[in-house]
């Protein structure tokens, strides 16, 4: 999968944001041609995560640089591990290296921290998904470091799903989704909105905010009104209790802080003496 144009163009402008009218000290203390070599490595474990994007800034830095990736995406690192050898201009890596590794280091975040949603829920058929509360702008990369980790991905935006949520209620019309057959899914927050939820016959029901208890009983219900239902969790959902929310019977679950709130990666570039 390519970046799109229009991700391309950002990468572009987070590059300006940090280059400006070019590095100073650079270009006070290193001659224009010197030639180098640098390598990328990993200050913790995680996931890796940030191929493309890497490639990307790099190549946008000029001056023709080589990249030697020794871990591709979706793979496991450790501590000091070595994960990326740059080669060539040296101002150019330096022009780099900090757009780079902050894409790299959040990207990889949130890989590792959909990796540990999954690897907790093993053993049950349950899905794990991100939502929209990603950061602004950046949504196609974050979105692909939740598939990298091996979660899935949620609707992009407002624009290809049909999602009615507690706030549409007060002033939207129902009953206009019967013309929506099971192409639509519906937030509930109790077993009321649930029975209205199943007779509109939406593709997917939306648990918001049940605690794991209360969620069981309520999938139950569903399964025996309408066993066809895709059914999925949400809210205040955690590391320690995603699978308490697994074993009640959903088969998805969404969870914001894969993306709202993920720590960072911490990775360092380093020159090599030649």
């Known amino acids: 999968m390519n970046l799109s144009p229009s991700t391309t163009q950002k990468l572009k402008a987070a590059l300006a944001e940090d280059a400006g009218k070019g590095d100073r000290t650079s270009r006070l203390l290193i001659p224009a041609n010197t030639k180098g070599r640098a390598v990328i490595i990993a200050r913790q ?11 990307e800034v790099f190549r946008l830095a000029g001056r023709r640089l080589a990249l030697r990736f020794f871990v591709k995406d979706g793979g496991k690192f450790s501590k000091n591990q070595k994960v990326l050898e740059i080669k060539g201009n040296v101002r150019a890596i330096l022009k780099a290296e900090r757009t780079a590794l902050n894409f790299l ?18 053993g049950f058929r349950v899905a794990i998904l991100d939502t929209r509360k990603t950061t602004p702008l950046w949504r196609e ?10 979660g899935k991905n949620h609707r992009f935006g407002l624009f290809d799903a049909v999602f009615v949520k507690e706030n549409h209620r007060p002033f939207g019309n ?6 929506f057959p099971r192409q639509f899914e519906i937030e509930v927050r109790n077993c009321k909105e649930l029975i209205e939820a199943v007779v509109l016959q939406p593709h ?21 009104l309408n066993p066809e239902i895709l059914l999925e969790a949400s809210g205040g959902i955690t590391l320690k209790n995603v699978r308490a929310f697994a074993a009640a019977g959903v088969d998805q679950i969404s969870v914001g802080s894969l993306t709202h709130s993920v720590e960072s990666i911490d990775f360092s570039l380093l020159l090599l003496p030649s």
């Open 45 to 55: 474990s995680g996931i890796f995560c940030g191929e493309r994007v890497v490639r």
């Open 105 to 122: 280091g959040h990207l990889s975040g949130i890989a590792a921290l959909t990796r540990q949603f999954v690897e907790q829920v093993k």
């Open 141 to 150: 990369l974050e979105k692909e470091a939740v598939r990298i980790g091996g």
């Open 174 to 179: 129902l009953k206009k989704l019967r013309r």
């Open 204 to 224: 997917t029901i939306l648990f918001d905010n049940f605690k794991p208890g209360p969620l069981k009983k309520a999938v139950s219900l569903a399964r025996k």
